[in-house]
């Protein structure tokens, strides 16, 4: 089955606490996209990628990194969490640049 | 101002009822647009892409006017299901830079 997973799907951890959020893709996409949604802002992209060891920032990319050393894997890494970084998080892939996009269930994270 | 908007409703329709629902841009330079639903927070999932000549797929109708820079999208015969949260999405042509909408909550009603 087609599908782009996220791991975890929720989290709870306190300020400072490094973490990753991993992002897998089983259709072979190059394109790849990180988002956090926050009621009212609606969906902001943060980092994304158009290959392996290629990646660039999006509208909200402070406090956060991201590498893409497998074409499948984009993992999202918070190296200090803040409070104002609980989110909902989404991953995406697409096949074709600027083409419709195919998200992960998406992963809740509060910091506390 | 933001670089995509749209009404966040909520649009309280009967079913049956035909809703339509505008999204507008700000760069007009944006080379691809897209419909996409949102159940719940859950994740947004493709509705239809959205072409210059305007395309229709079963009950819903998209249409692009880039001389007034807005998307809309029409849903006739609404059913119970179809409620969700509409998102606009648009690339500005910027390699997979994407910008999305607020989303519009639609509500339909026996």
């Known amino acids: 089955e087609a599908q782009v997973t996220q791991n975890p799907r929720y989290l709870i951890t306190v300020t400072g606490k490094k973490l990753t959020v991993t992002c897998s893709q089983n259709m072979n996409h190059e394109y790849m996209s990180w988002y956090r949604q926050d009621p009212g802002l609606g969906l902001r992209q943060i980092y994304y990628?158009?290959?392996?060891?290629?990646?660039d920032k999006g509208d909200v990319p402070e406090g956060y990194k991201v590498s893409r050393k497998e074409k499948r894997n984009f993992p999202l890494i918070l190296e200090s969490p803040s409070p104002n970084q609980t989110s909902l998080y989404f991953c995406a892939s697409s096949s074709v640049t600027g083409g419709p996009q195919y998200f992960g269930p998406g992963t809740r994270l509060t910091v506390t | 101002r933001k670089e995509v908007e749209q009404d966040p409703g909520p649009f309280n329709v009967p079913e049956g009822a035909t809703v339509a629902f505008n999204c507008t841009y700000s760069?007009?330079?944006?080379?691809?647009f897209f419909w996409y639903r949102q159940d719940c927070r859950k994740e947004p999932k493709l509705l239809m892409s959205?072409?210059?000549s305007g395309n229709e797929d079963g009950r819903f109708t998209a249409q692009l006017n880039r001389a007034s820079q807005y998307i809309s999208l029409l849903i006739r015969d609404s059913k119970l299901s179809d409620s969700a949260t509409y998102l606009c999405v648009v690339n500005f042509g910027n390699f997979n830079k994407f910008y999305f909408g607020s989303g519009t909550k639609l509500n339909v009603k026996p």
């Open positions: 990628s158009m290959n392996v060891e290629v990646t």
């Open positions: 760069n007009s330079a944006s080379q691809s």
């Open positions: 959205v072409y210059s």
